[in-house]
């Protein structure tokens, strides 16, 4: 079995530009599907992906890891976050061909399963108190368990005790109105500094979250371990961490207790479980980062019912998001918070190319401008720019 062909396939998914990966064979009818969605550089990755084309056309697909050494030890130069997506939605559809050419799903070649369902949280909003309370009650009345938002807005190096008391207001009427039956996720989206972390996760603490997201950006393990140190929720982060080398220093420095790679950007299911496993050997979690689309969802699962760290996953909720569910042509569904074993082979899902041929992106300046500096950049009051 050889690859013939790698390709890149842009659409618009409502709430961002998809990335999905194409893998053909000259095996008739076997392909294989990935996902490498980044924001805001979708032209870059698909570029991208069609420089690591001619790496591994003519090679056997099956051979998984192999491929993977290629691209990741390619021309040099190691990968950053545009060759590491591109890698990963490669790597995914590498998965799906093996796990299609076998007539098994993905996690049965990773060892099979070990939980009966994967755990699954979405999103709330935070806005006004009443408007954030209600939006949280509804994604608790559809059957969803565990729900998470970013309840501060862009924060200064210093914040005065209004924005604070604001924020931890909002997580107390939360927390009243959905009960202790449900577990609420902070994420802090690495906006605060060290100190002000530590201020808004004991204001919150009281109200029993779940873990706390990014109290700081990942870059500097040594902050973040100074943070979590300081409080007794759990911390989680690696969203914005690249391959097993990446989380090294977080786990060394017990920066945090839960791993959140990105099956988009971290490396593929190969790295991701690579990394949940290592995390294991410091008694960390595995919670895979995941905002992106049906494909990346499937991959994740993946993983996920083959993990035994495992503890829930991120997903963007289908009801919000039907342009994107309209990509795939059976998504996998989700039962009162949870999924169950996929039992169709490779990674469970198909993409629509018709679906996607119908909605392609919108690659214009004000478009791109739209929905990356209006959505991710932020500005202090002085008009300086904030982490978002």
């Known amino acids: 079995m050889k690859i013939t062909t790698v390709k890149p396939i842009l659409a618009d998914g409502g709430h961002r530009v998809f990335v999905f990966v194409k893998v053909e064979t000259d095996q008739p009818g076997l392909i294989g599907w990935g996902e490498a969605s980044l924001e805001g550089k979708p032209r870059a990755v698909a570029g991208c992906i069609e420089d690591f084309e001619p790496m591994i056309v003519g090679e056997d697909p099956r051979r998984v890891e192999f491929l993977w050494q290629i691209m990741y030890r390619s021309a040099f130069w190691r990968q950053g976050v545009i060759g590491l997506s591109a890698i990963s939605g490669i790597d995914q559809a590498l998965w799906d061909i093996k796990g299609k050419d076998l007539g098994r799903p993905v996690y049965e070649l990773l060892g ?218 059976e998504p996998l569904p989700v039962v009162d918070g949870y999924i169950y074993p996929p039992t169709k082979p490779g990674i469970g899902v198909e993409v629509d190319e018709a679906a996607c041929a119908r909605r392609p992106p919108d690659l214009s300046v004000s478009r791109v401008r739209q929905m990356v500096l209006d959505v991710y950049q932020a500005h202090h009051k002085d008009g300086g720019i904030a982490d978002s």
């Open 112 to 329: 099979g399963p070990v939980r009966d369902k994967v755990r699954m949280y979405t999103h709330y909003a935070t806005s006004t108190l009443d408007a954030t309370v209600q939006d949280a009650v509804s994604k608790v009345e559809k059957g969803w368990t565990a729900i998470k938002t970013v309840p501060m807005p862009p924060t200064n190096m210093v914040d005065g005790p209004e924005i604070v008391k604001q924020t931890a207001d909002k997580v107390r009427a939360v927390r009243q109105a959905v009960g202790d039956g449900i577990d609420i996720l902070l994420d802090f989206h690495g906006r605060v500094t060290p100190q002000m972390a530590i201020l808004y996760g004991k204001a919150v603490e009281p109200y029993h979250p779940y873990f706390i997201e990014e109290p700081v950006q990942a870059e500097n393990p040594a902050a973040m371990a100074q943070v979590t140190h300081q409080l007794t929720t759990p911390i989680a982060t690696g969203e914005r961490l690249f391959t097993r080398w990446g989380f090294r220093e977080i786990l060394e420095t017990g920066a945090a207790s839960l791993l959140q790679p990105d099956c988009c950007h971290a490396g593929g299911i190969s790295e991701v479980r690579k990394i949940g496993t290592m995390s294991e050997v410091y008694y960390a979690g595995l919670a895979p980062h995941n905002p992106y689309g049906p494909v990346s969802t499937a991959a994740c699962i993946q993983v996920d019912f083959a993990a035994p760290n495992f503890v829930i996953q991120e997903m963007v909720d289908p009801d919000i998001a039907p342009e994107a569910m309209s990509l795939v042509k």
